[in-house]
C-alpha cells in the first residue's frame, strides 16, 4: 500500500486535494443551482445537489483514507507537508502537515461527513443545494482547521467553518434555530477575536525585524520565551495573556463547563446532520486547539500549577456537572448535548493531566465521541422524522414496533457510556488510568461519571424503548429503511473495531503524544518498549 | 463675470437644498440633488474660466456620475414603488433603530 | 488460525495440547449470539417502506408483517399487564427451532473442549505457572501495554467447568421454558452473549480484560432482565442492576488505577509478582483490596449494593438460574480468588470482606423469612449463600469459598429451575382459565408434590444441600468454609490485625457466629419455601387444579443431572474426617498452585489442621443446626393454614418490616436517588445552567449591549428628510464655526 501511495506522490497533494475537492463541488452545487434558475426548477432537481455531495464526501473519504497507511507512526514529525507562499508581505504561508494528532480527526471527519448527507438524505426538503453546498464548505474549513501549519491560515479556516455552521443552524434549525444560531455564533466569535489577538501579537513577536512570521513552528519556538505585559497596573507574563486568550476560544468551542450553554441550544435546534458535524467534529476543535496550540506554546503558563488544577478541575466538574445535568432532560437530543459536555470534560482532564496515556486517552474520546454521539444524534433524527418530536416522555415501548432502531439505540448508547468491547471504554479507561498518575483525587471523582453515564442514558433509552407502549401513534411507526441501515453499519462496525482492536489506531498517536508530553512538561516519559512497526 | 455666475450657482444650490428637506416626494427630492450637482458644475466652470481648465474636468467627471446615479436611483426608486406602492419618503422608515 | 500468531507460553506444559483452542470456548457462545441475534431480528427486516419524502402515499400500507406483530403485541400486552411472573405471551418465532438447535448446541460443544482441555490439564500433572495466550495488543500507550490475552489456570478451569455445565444444563431447560416466547431467539443471544462474557472474565489474564467480561455480564444480566421490557417494573430491575453494578466497578476501575499507578502492571502475573514487594498490610495494599472489594459488592450483590439482585428476579426464571445464582453473581469471589495475593496482602481488607459477607448472610437469610414470591425467596437466599462465600474467600480460606461457589451453583440453579419448572406448571394452569393471578406467589401453591413428583424430590435433594444437611453438596462446602473461619479467628495474620479497633479474632468469631446463625435461619426459609410450595393443601384455584403437571423432558432433564449434582457435589472436596468417603481434599489439591501460598500468608505457614475433637464438635455442632432449623421450620408452620394471595391479611409488624425488606429501596430512593435527581433539576440545571450562567451572563450581557444599543437608536428615526436636516445643520454648523473663528 505505501509504494502504491508513495508511486503516486500521494503525501505531496493529499492534504492539498482534501480542502479543495469539498470546495470544488460546493461550487459545482451553487453553479449548478443557478442555471436552474428559479426556486421551482431547483426544487425539481433538489435530488441531484445531495448526489453531488454525496459522491463527493465519498471520493474525499477514500482520497483520504490512503492516509492511514502512508502516515508513518515512528516519528512525531509534521508529515504530508506542503509550504506554499500566500501572503508574502504579512509572513503568511499556505503550510499543510498533518501528525499523529491530526490524522485521526482528519479521518473522523471526512468518515462522519458521508454519513451526515446520508442523513439528511429526506429530512432536508428546503433549499438543498445551498445547504449541501454548505456542508461541503463547512467541510474544506473543518478539515482545514486540522491540517493548518501557519497561525494565519488556521485561524481563516476557524472562521471559514462558523459561517456554514450559522446558516445550517439557523435556515434548517428547529423552533428556536435563530436564538440558538445567534448564541451559538457570538458566543464563538467572542473567544476567537480574542485568540487573534494573540494570533496577531504573536506572528509580529515571532518575525522580528523581518516582518511577521505566522508559520507554527517558528510561533512555537519563541511563543514560551518570556516578555511581559503590564494589565491594569499589574505586570503579567506575556505568555500567560497569550495562553488565556487561545483558551478562551477554544475552552467556548469545547465547550468546557462554564462555557457551554451555547451547546444544548444549538444542538437542539441544529437540523440532524448539523448536530452530527457539532458534535462529531467541531467540538473537537476546541481540544486539539489546546493540544496544538495552547499547550506546546506556553508550557508554563499552562503548566502553572494554579493554571493546571484550574482545568483539571473544570474538566472533572465537566464530566459530572454534564452527566447530572443531561440525567433531567426532557428533550432526548438536548440530553445527548449535555452528555457531550461529560465526554468533553474527560478530554479536557486527559489532556491537562499530561500522561502519555491520558493524552492517548483523550484522543481516542475525541474520536469516539465523534462516532457514538453523531450516531445518537443520526439515530434521533431517524425517529424525529417519523414521529416529529424529541420529547422522551412522547415514545415508550416502541422497542416492539421498531426493533432494528432500539438494537441500534442501545448499541450505540452502551457505547457511549463505556461499555468495554466498545470505543468508549478505550478511551474513558486511558484518560483516567493516565489521569490517576498526576491528579489521583480528581480523576477518582471523574470516574464516578461513569456510573453517572450509566444513570442518564439507560433511563433515557429504558424511557424511549421500553415500559409500557402508551401511545397510540407510536403504535405504527416504521422500522429503519434500507438507507437508514447502510448508514448505521459503518458506524457500528467502527463502534466494534475501536473498542476490539484499537492498537493501530493508539500506536499513530503515540509518537505524537509523547512528544507533546516531553515538549510540555520538559519530561521525558518512560517509554519501556519500542514501537512495533505498522500492525 | 464670476461674481454673478457663483451668485447664479449659489441661489440654485440653495434651491435644491430647500427642496431636498421640504419635501416628501422621492422623486423630487431626486430631481433636487441633480439641482444641487448642476449648480456645483456652474461654479467649476466659472472658476475654470479664471483658474485654468482642471474645474472643466472636474464637471465631466460630475455630470459622469451624475447619470449613473440618476440610472441607479431611478431604479431604486421604482423598486421602492413597487414594494411599498409609494414614493413618499415619510412612509417609508426601513431604517429605523 | 490468525490469532495465534502471538502465543508467548512456548515452554508451557500446555502448549500444543487442547490447551491452545481456549479462544474458541468463549468465541463459540459468541458465534451463538451473533446466529441468534440475526434470527431475533428477522420480523424486523422487513424494512421500512424506503425513505418517507418518496413512498409518503404508502405510509398506510407499509409492512404488514411488523403491523401485525406490533398490534397483536399490544394487545397481549394489555391482557397479561398484571401479571407480575414469566411468560407474557405465546407465540412461537418461526426460527425457534434453529434457535433451541444453536442456543444449546455451542453450550454444549464449549462444555466438551473445556473437558478436553480440563483432561489435558490432568495429564501434564503438576502446573504451577498459568498457560497465557497472548493474541493482541489491545491498549498499547506510553508505558502501558494491555494485552488482548488469556489465562488458563486451575481457577480459571474449575470456573469454566461451572460456567459451561451448569450454563448447558440451564440452556437445555430453557429450550422447553422459553420456546412459546416470541423472543425466544433474542432471548438465547443474550444468553449465549452473557456466557461468551463470563468465559471472557474468567479467561482474561489481565485485570482490563477480566473487566471486559465484568462489564459484559452485567449488560447481559440489563437485557435479560429487562427482557420483558414492556413491563415498567421489569425495565427498571435491569437498569437498577447496571446502575448498580456500574458503582461496583467504578470500584474496580480505581483499584485498577491503583495498582497500575504503584505497580505498573495490570496483567495477573505481573500483579502478582509485584504485589509481594508491597508493604504487608499497608495502606497502599488495603486500598487496593477495598476497591476492588467495593466491585465484588456490585457484582455479587453484598451489603450495600445487594439491592439490584431480589429486583432481578423480573427476568426469566432461567436467567435466575444462570446469571443470578451460578455464575455471574460468584464473579466476585472469583475475583478475590483471582486477587489472593493481594488479599492475604491486606488483613484488614480481608476482615471487611469476611464482615460484609458474614453481616449479609444474616441479613438476607431474614428478609428470606418472610418473602411470599417463591423466587425472591431463593434470590435472597442467593445474596446469603454468597455472603459465606466472602467469609470464605475473605477469610484467607480460598478454596472453600470456590468450593461453596461450585456447590452452590449446582443447588442454586437446581433450586432456581425448579422454581421455573413450578411457574411453568402454575402459569399454565391460570393460561387455561385466564386468571390473572399470581403464578409466583407460594400463597397460591401448595401440595403441587401431588402434580410435580420428579420436581419435587429434586428440589427438596437442592434443600437438603443448601440447609447443610451431612452428605450433601452444601454440608461440605458451608462445613469447610464455617470450620476455617473459626481456625484462623485463633491463629492467623488476620487474628492479629485489628479492624476498626475490634481485635481481628473477635471480629473472625463474630463472623463465625453470624454464620452459624444464617445456617439455622436458611434451614428455616427453605424448608418454609419447600412446605408452602409442595405440600398442604393446594390453594390455586378449582378449576386451574386440572392443568397443573410435570414440565416437559427437555426441563426435567437438566433438574435430575444438577440433582445428581447437588448429591455428591461434595465429593470434589472431602474434608479429613470422611476420609471413608473417597479421597480428600481434591479441590485443594487441585488449587494449590493457585492460591496456596496466599492461604499460607493468612495462616502464618501453620497448617489449619484442627484437632480432631474440635472438628467433631465444629461439624456436630453445624449439623444440629441445620436439623435444628428444618424441625423448627416443619413444627411451626402450617400450611394448611395459608390461604391464597388474594385473600391474605396484611402483615403488621416486624414481619411487616421483613416482608418489605427493612425498607432499604426506600431509604435508597429517599437518600441517594430522589436528591440526586432533585438537585441536578433544580439546582444544576434550571439554577445554575439556565439561571446563572444563560440568564445573568450570557443573554444578560447581550440584554447589557441592547441596553446600550437603544440609547442610541432612538435617535434613528428612519425618515430621510431628519437626517437631511441634521446633515444641513451640521455642515452650517461647522462652516459657522470657521467662519466665527
Given at each position: 500500500m505505501r509504494e502504491l501511495l508513495d508511486s503516486i506522490g500521494y503525501d505531496s497533494w493529499v492534504l492539498l486535494a482534501l480542502l479543495v475537492i469539498p470546495a470544488l463541488a460546493a461550487l459545482g452545487i451553487w453553479v449548478h443551482g443557478a442555471m436552474l434558475g428559479d426556486n421551482e426548477a431547483r426544487d425539481r432537481a433538489s435530488g441531484t445537489p445531495r448526489q453531488i455531495a454525496l459522491w463527493a464526501f465519498i471520493i474525499e473519504f477514500v482520497v483520504s483514507l490512503g492516509l492511514w497507511w502512508s502516515y508513518?507512526?515512528?516519528?512525531a514529525a509534521m508529515q504530508a507537508t506542503l509550504d506554499l507562499s500566500w501572503i508574502p508581505s504579512w509572513g503568511v504561508r499556505f503550510a499543510l502537515g498533518i501528525d499523529g494528532i491530526s490524522l485521526m480527526m482528519v479521518l473522523l471527519t471526512t468518515f462522519l461527513m458521508p454519513l451526515a448527507v446520508l442523513g439528511s438524505w429526506t429530512s432536508i426538503r428546503l433549499k438543498r443545494h445551498s445547504y449541501y453546498a454548505l456542508l461541503l464548505l463547512l467541510t474544506t474549513g473543518m478539515l482545514g482547521v486540522f491540517v493548518a501549519r501557519d497561525l494565519f491560515l488556521f485561524y481563516v479556516m476557524w472562521e471559514m467553518m462558523l459561517v456554514p455552521m450559522y446558516f445550517i443552524i439557523g435556515i434548517w434549525g428547529g423552533e428556536r434555530r435563530i436564538y440558538a444560531t445567534m448564541k451559538f455564533f457570538i458566543y464563538t466569535m467572542v473567544g476567537s477575536m480574542l485568540m487573534l489577538v494573540a494570533i496577531v501579537y504573536l506572528g509580529i513577536k515571532a518575525g522580528g525585524a523581518a516582518g511577521p512570521d505566522f508559520a507554527y513552528e517558528s510561533v512555537r519556538r519563541m511563543a514560551g520565551s518570556g516578555g511581559a505585559m503590564t494589565l491594569f497596573g499589574a505586570v503579567v507574563p506575556a505568555s500567560l495573556l497569550m495562553f488565556l486568550a487561545f483558551s478562551l476560544a477554544f475552552a467556548i468551542k469545547v465547550p468546557m463547563f462554564p462555557f457551554h450553554t451555547w451547546l444544548p441550544d444549538a444542538h437542539v435546534e441544529a437540523p440532524t446532520a448539523g448536530s452530527v458535524i457539532l458534535a462529531g467534529i467541531m467540538l473537537k476543535m476546541g481540544t486539539y486547539g489546546f493540544l496544538r496550540f495552547a499547550l506546546p506554546f506556553f508550557p508554563d503558563a499552562a503548566m502553572h500549577p494554579a493554571v493546571r488544577t484550574t482545568f483539571l478541575a473544570l474538566g472533572t466538574i465537566g464530566v459530572l456537572y454534564g452527566a447530572l445535568v443531561a440525567m433531567v432532560q426532557p428533550d432526548f437530543k438536548k440530553l445527548v448535548a449535555y452528555s457531550s459536555v461529560s465526554h468533553l470534560g474527560f478530554v479536557m482532564l486527559g489532556i491537562f493531566a499530561l500522561t502519555t496515556q491520558s493524552i492517548q486517552g483523550a484522543l481516542m474520546i475525541m474520536i469516539n465521541h465523534g462516532i457514538s454521539t453523531g450516531a445518537l444524534f443520526l439515530l434521533i433524527g431517524m425517529i424525529y422524522e417519523r414521529r416529529h418530536t424529541r420529547e422522551i416522555?412522547?415514545?415508550?415501548?416502541i422497542a416492539r414496533v421498531v426493533p432494528l432502531f432500539a438494537a441500534l439505540l442501545t448499541f450505540v448508547s452502551l457505547s457511549s457510556i463505556g461499555l468495554p468491547g466498545t470505543n468508549g471504554f478505550v478511551g474513558e479507561f486511558l484518560v483516567l488510568l493516565g489521569s490517576f498518575q498526576t491528579t489521583p483525587y480528581l480523576a477518582t471523582l471523574a470516574t464516578l461519571g461513569v456510573i453517572f453515564a450509566a444513570a442518564y442514558l439507560l433511563w433515557a433509552i429504558q424511557r424511549i424503548l421500553f415500559n409500557r407502549l402508551h401511545r397510540v401513534e407510536n403504535e405504527h411507526i416504521p422500522d429503519l429503511n434500507a438507507r437508514e441501515l447502510a448508514l448505521m453499519v459503518p458506524l457500528v462496525a467502527v463502534i466494534l473495531w475501536l473498542g476490539i482492536y484499537p492498537a493501530p489506531v493508539l500506536r499513530r498517536m503515540e509518537a505524537s503524544a509523547e512528544q507533546l508530553v516531553t515538549q510540555v512538561s520538559g519530561v521525558a516519559p518512560a517509554t519501556s518498549v519500542a514501537r512495533a512497526g505498522n500492525p | 463675470m464670476l461674481a454673478e455666475a457663483i451668485f447664479f450657482s449659489a441661489v440654485l444650490f440653495t434651491i435644491g437644498v430647500i427642496g431636498v428637506l421640504t419635501r416628501r416626494n422621492a422623486i423630487i427630492i431626486f430631481m433636487c440633488v441633480e439641482l444641487m450637482l448642476n449648480a456645483v458644475n456652474l461654479s467649476f466652470v466659472a472658476f475654470a474660466r479664471a483658474y485654468g481648465v482642471a474645474g472643466q474636468i472636474f464637471v465631466f467627471f460630475v455630470m459622469t456620475v451624475a447619470a449613473a446615479e440618476a440610472a441607479v436611483g431611478l431604479a431604486i426608486i421604482i423598486a421602492l414603488f413597487r414594494h411599498k406602492q409609494t414614493v413618499n419618503l415619510q412612509n417609508i422608515n426601513l431604517l429605523r433603530g | 488460525m490468525l490469532l495465534q500468531h502471538e502465543v508467548s507460553a512456548v515452554g508451557h506444559p500446555l502448549a500444543g495440547t487442547v490447551a491452545e483452542w481456549l479462544w474458541l470456548l468463549p468465541l463459540l457462545p459468541l458465534l451463538g449470539f451473533v446466529i441468534n441475534g440475526l434470527l431475533s431480528l428477522v420480523p424486523a427486516t422487513v424494512l421500512g417502506p424506503g425513505d418517507p419524502d418518496i413512498a409518503h402515499g404508502a405510509e398506510g400500507a407499509h409492512g404488514e408483517a411488523g403491523h401485525g406483530v406490533a398490534v397483536h403485541a399490544h394487545d397481549s400486552a394489555d391482557d397479561h399487564g398484571a401479571h407480575g411472573d414469566d411468560h407474557h405471551r405465546v407465540v412461537r418465532h418461526r426460527f425457534a427451532w434453529l434457535t433451541s438447535i444453536v442456543g444449546p448446541a455451542v453450550l454444549a460443544v464449549a462444555f466438551g473442549l473445556a473437558v478436553a482441555i480440563f483432561l489435558a490439564m490432568r495429564g501434564v500433572g503438576e502446573m504451577s505457572a498459568p498457560f497465557v495466550q497472548r493474541y493482541f495488543s489491545w491498549m498499547p500507550a506510553g508505558s502501558l501495554r494491555i494485552d488482548a490475552a488469556f489465562q488458563l489456570d486451575q481457577l480459571s478451569m474449575v470456573m469454566i467447568l461451572v460456567i459451561t455445565g451448569v450454563g448447558t444444563l440451564i440452556h437445555l431447560f430453557s429450550v422447553g421454558y422459553m420456546q412459546?416466547?416470541?423472543g425466544y431467539p433474542r432471548y438465547f443471544a443474550y444468553l449465549n452473549l452473557f456466557v461468551a462474557f463470563m468465559l471472557v472474565l474468567v479467561l482474561g489474564a489481565s485485570y482490563p480484560v477480566l473487566f471486559v467480561g465484568w462489564e459484559g455480564v452485567g449488560l447481559c444480566s440489563y437485557l435479560l432482565i429487562g427482557f420483558w421490557f414492556s413491563e415498567k417494573a421489569n425495565a427498571d430491575a435491569g437498569k437498577k442492576a447496571f446502575i448498580v453494578n456500574r458503582i461496583g466497578d467504578f470500584g474496580l476501575l480505581i483499584a485498577m488505577f491503583l495498582l497500575f499507578a504503584n505497580l505498573g502492571a495490570l496483567d495477573f502475573v505481573g500483579v502478582n509478582e509485584a504485589a509481594?514487594?508491597?508493604?504487608?498490610?499497608?495502606p497502599l495494599v488495603t486500598a487496593i483490596c477495598l476497591f476492588m472489594f467495593l466491585g465484588c459488592t456490585g457484582k455479587s450483590a453484598q451489603i450495600p449494593l445487594y439491592i439490584w439482585l431480589p429486583d432481578a428476579m423480573a427476568g426469566p426464571t432461567p436467567v435466575s438460574a444462570l446469571?443470578?445464582?451460578?455464575t455471574m453473581v460468584t464473579a466476585g469471589v472469583y475475583l478475590i480468588a483471582r486477587s489472593s495475593v493481594l488479599f492475604s496482602m491486606a488483613p484488614v481488607a480481608g476482615l471487611t470482606v469476611t464482615v460484609i459477607g458474614a453481616l449479609t448472610a444474616i441479613f438476607a437469610a431474614t428478609i428470606g423469612l418472610k418473602q411470599w414470591d417463591i423466587k425472591k425467596v431463593l434470590a435472597y437466599s442467593t445474596v446469603s449463600q454468597l455472603g459465606y462465600m466472602f467469609i470464605g474467600v475473605g477469610s484467607g480460606a480460598y478454596v472453600a469459598g470456590i468450593f461453596h461457589l461450585v456447590t452452590h451453583a449446582f443447588f442454586k440453579a437446581l433450586l432456581f429451575l425448579g422454581s421455573g419448572s413450578v411457574i411453568f406448571a402454575m402459569h399454565a394452569a391460570y393460561h387455561h382459565t385466564g386468571s390473572h393471578e399470581d403464578a409466583q406467589d407460594m400463597r397460591n401453591m401448595g401440595g403441587l408434590s401431588r402434580y410435580m413428583r420428579v420436581t419435587w424430590v429434586l428440589m427438596w435433594i437442592a434443600t437438603l444441600a443448601i440447609a447443610g444437611v451431612p452428605f450433601f453438596a452444601g454440608f461440605f462446602s458451608k462445613d469447610e468454609i464455617l470450620g476455617s473461619v473459626f481456625l484462623r479467628a485463633r491463629e492467623s495474620t488476620l487474628a492479629d490485625a485489628s479492624w476498626l479497633g475490634i481485635p481481628g479474632s473477635s471480629v473472625l468469631y463474630a463472623a463465625y457466629a453470624l454464620g452459624l446463625a444464617a445456617a439455622l435461619l436458611t434451614a428455616i426459609y427453605m424448608t418454609r419455601m419447600m412446605l408452602y410450595t409442595f405440600h398442604g393443601p393446594n390453594r390455586t384455584g378449582e378449576k386451574e387444579r386440572d392443568h397443573l403437571g410435570e414440565a416437559p423432558w427437555i426441563m426435567t432433564g437438566p433438574l435430575v443431572v444438577l440433582g445428581v449434582l447437588s448429591l455428591f457435589g461434595g465429593w470434589l472436596n472431602l474434608p479429613a474426617l470422611t476420609s471413608f468417603l473417597g479421597p480428600v481434599g481434591a479441590l485443594d489439591r487441585w488449587l494449590e498452585p493457585v492460591v496456596g501460598e496466599s492461604a499460607r500468608r493468612v495462616t502464618s505457614g501453620v497448617a489449619p489442621e484442627p484437632a480432631h475433637n474440635v472438628e467433631l464438635a465444629l461439624v456436630g455442632s453445624a449439623v444440629a443446626i441445620a436439623l435444628l432449623g428444618i424441625i423448627i421450620a416443619a413444627v411451626r408452620l402450617k400450611p394448611a393454614r395459608l390461604v391464597p394471595k388474594a385473600q391474605a391479611p396484611e402483615e403488621h409488624g416486624i414481619e411487616r418490616v421483613l416482608a418489605n425488606k427493612y425498607y432499604v429501596d426506600e431509604a435508597y430512593d429517599r437518600v441517594v436517588v430522589e436528591p440526586t435527581v432533585g438537585i441536578s433539576r433544580g439546582v444544576l440545571w434550571k439554577g445554575i445552567d439556565q439561571g446563572i450562567i444563560d440568564s445573568v451572563f450570557v443573554n444578560g450581557s447581550a440584554r447589557l449591549a441592547r441596553g446600550v444599543a437603544s440609547l442610541g437608536s432612538w435617535i434613528q428615526s428612519g425618515q430621510v428628510g431628519t437626517y437631511a436636516w441634521v446633515l444641513v445643520i451640521g455642515v452650517l454648523a461647522v462652516l459657522g464655526a470657521f467662519t466665527i473663528r
Open positions: 508513518d507512526p515512528s516519528t416522555a412522547a415514545y415508550g415501548g | - | 412459546d416466547d416470541p509481594t514487594r508491597l508493604t504487608f498490610g499497608g446469571i443470578h445464582a451460578a
